[in-house]
């Protein structure tokens, strides 16, 4: 019988990346479009880091940094009672750094591709900065959000290196899919690690042929 | 009255210029800004908006500070009672025609200035359009319903009329004059064609070397004091042709065509698309009854 438990954590740990990932780069999406600070490239190199850095530099800094026997992790254990190495939140926190670029580019540029002149007509027609945010401008990069959403979701499902530094391999805790393939392997079950592969392969085919198909237009045309 | 002094250094594609503009204007006329591409027009309009901030100087509006350099007074676009025409027109691409108008509306504005709009411009049957659908003329006459209506005191139409042909120019022309009768916003336009101008504004200001001139009476800009002519005509030179010893110089009057003679020296500082004046002394013209 096909142990659930990878999979269904993997789809929790995405779907929780994914939320919190949308409400934390739309901000800085925006200030990546719009700001004349020099601060720009510095913050667009910081963003987009984890594209180029292997997985498992984030993973092992993020694991020296909270290990609690290090300063940040010693007062979070403290003070707050969180403990992020070999944890669930600790695996969501990497998993917000490694897709942030997945997230905020997108966004960003679905927002510099809009006419500013679009942000200064709904200003001069006396609506607010977040009345603009959120009628005018959001609603007007639809594609860039979603393409963003399922990118982040599909990256965080793919992701290996940096839940395995961070989270360790505990069953029902850490052990996402990917991880269950390689233990797997690694056990010679060569049966079970093909399914899991399937099921991760059919749904990040699903997944990625649904945005290009929603932003083509494909099925307004068969709704049709 | 609209009181302006400003200054403010610009980076043009023709390198920097300062522009200077200091206009005082009668509440409800319609002033147009004429002049080159790139001296400041644009700039100028987008000052009054609030969407550029000037290096000094002061906008009061019906003895509201707008803006004031000394006192840091500046204040913010939505704050400021205008209505602003762009040249891209700027609708929301997510919102239908008549949600573009809604959306508009001032907190707890009546609801009923969206129809009057809606009527007066001719919107009924496109108010259900998405713009993406619509031509560029069809556009104009729904960003001109927009910006009118939180009512503002001060419209600026950012080259309104360009991108237009000739019949959607004449409809648009009069669109602007029935909601100037009817809302009476001071209204400050943007304008290159001569016809326009005359037909619409009641001052015209020259934008030259980033000095903005006084205004003028539009009729008296485009025709000079200095030549006494029976028959006095503005138009712009299409084309310029030698023939033999002279030149055939064809002239648009209006949305009439013509062609005059003239001799090399006449020619000698024209080109195609300058404005010049045409006058004849000394004729007679005849009056026929066409039928």
Partial sequence: ?224 | MIELALQKDLNSGNGSIRLQANLNLEKGSILTLYGASGVGKTSTLRMLAGLMTPDRGKIVVHDEVWFDSERKINKSPQKRKVGFMFQDYALFPNMTVKQNLEFALKPGQDQKIVSELIEIIALEELQNLKPTTLSGGQKQRVALARSLVNQPEVLLLDEPLSALDLAMRQKLQTYIQRVHKKYKPTIILISHDVGEIIKLSQFICKIENGQVHPPEDPSQFFTTNTISGKFQFTAEILHIVKEDIVYVVSLLVGHTVTKIVAQASDIENLSIGDKVIIAAKAFNPIIYKIK
């Fill in chain 1, 1 to 224: 019988m096909l142990d659930w438990s990878p999979l269904l954590l993997t789809f929790k740990l995405a779907c929780v990346t994914t939320l919190i990932l949308v409400l934390l780069a739309i901000p800085i999406a925006y200030w990546l479009a719009y700001t004349k600070s020099s601060l720009k490239p510095v913050m667009e190199t910081l963003v987009s880091m984890p594209l180029v850095l292997p997985p498992t530099v984030i993973g092992f800094y993020l694991l020296l940094a909270f290990s609690p026997g290090n300063a940040v992790g010693a007062w979070l254990d403290q003070w707050l009672g969180i403990r992020l190495i070999f944890s669930f939140p600790g695996l969501v926190l990497g998993s917000i750094i490694y897709s942030l670029p997945f997230m905020v580019q997108p966004i960003q540029s679905g927002f510099s591709g809009l006419s500013p002149s679009l942000k200064e007509a709904a200003y001069v027609l006396g609506k607010t900065r977040w009345t603009t945010i959120f009628r005018v401008l959001l609603p007007n990069i639809k594609p860039a959000l979603l393409t963003g959403i399922v990118l982040s979701f599909a990256h965080t499902v793919g992701e290996f290196g940096v839940v395995l530094m961070i989270g360790g391999n505990i069953p029902g805790k850490t052990k996402v899919a990917s991880i269950a393939v390689y233990d797997e392997v690694e056990a010679l079950n060569y049966s079970t690690a093909n399914t899991y592969s399937l099921i991760l392969f059919a749904c990040t085919f699903i997944l990625l042929l649904l945005i290009y198909g929603i932003n083509g237009g494909y099925f307004k045309k068969i709704i049709r």
